[in-house]
């Protein structure tokens, strides 16, 4: 599968963006999709996470104020980022996870097809 994000952008603190991530080929109903993140300097970082039956993930930093979600129909899943701040500033990437992995792993070794990540940057 293929794997495409967009959304990205600059914005100041306590505005709202909402990712997209494309994927092509016919596995994604049936694949754990992911969010993570990369600011310089930093590990890859897991943000969010849909499960192929709909359950939802969330680092503790972003929860109450992220929301991912998926519509299967088009390939596609999204994460709806409110209450921006600079620490939010990074490459987001979407991920498919392994097959041979059972549920949602939050390592970023368990997902076999990145995006090429879009960016966001939050100012204060």
């Known amino acids: 599968v293929q794997l495409q994000a967009s959304g990205g952008g600059s914005v100041q603190a306590g505005s709202s963006l909402r990712l997209s991530c494309a994927a092509s080929g016919r596995t994604f109903s049936t694949s754990n999709m992911a969010w993570f993140r990369q600011a310089p300097g930093k590990d890859r970082q897991f943000v969010a996470a849909?499960?192929?039956?709909?359950?939802?993930f969330y680092t503790d930093s972003v929860k109450g104020r992220f929301t991912v979600s998926r519509d299967n129909g088009k390939n596609t899943m999204y994460l709806q980022m409110n209450s921006l701040n600079p620490e939010d500033t990074a490459i987001y990437l979407c991920?498919?996870?392994?097959?041979?992995?059972?549920?949602?792993?939050?390592?970023?070794?368990?997902?076999?097809?990145w995006g090429q990540g879009t960016q966001v940057t939050v100012s204060s």
């Open positions: 849909s499960s192929w039956r709909g359950d939802k």
């Open positions: 991920a498919r996870g392994r097959e041979a992995v059972a549920g949602v792993s939050y390592s970023p070794d368990n997902y076999d097809s």
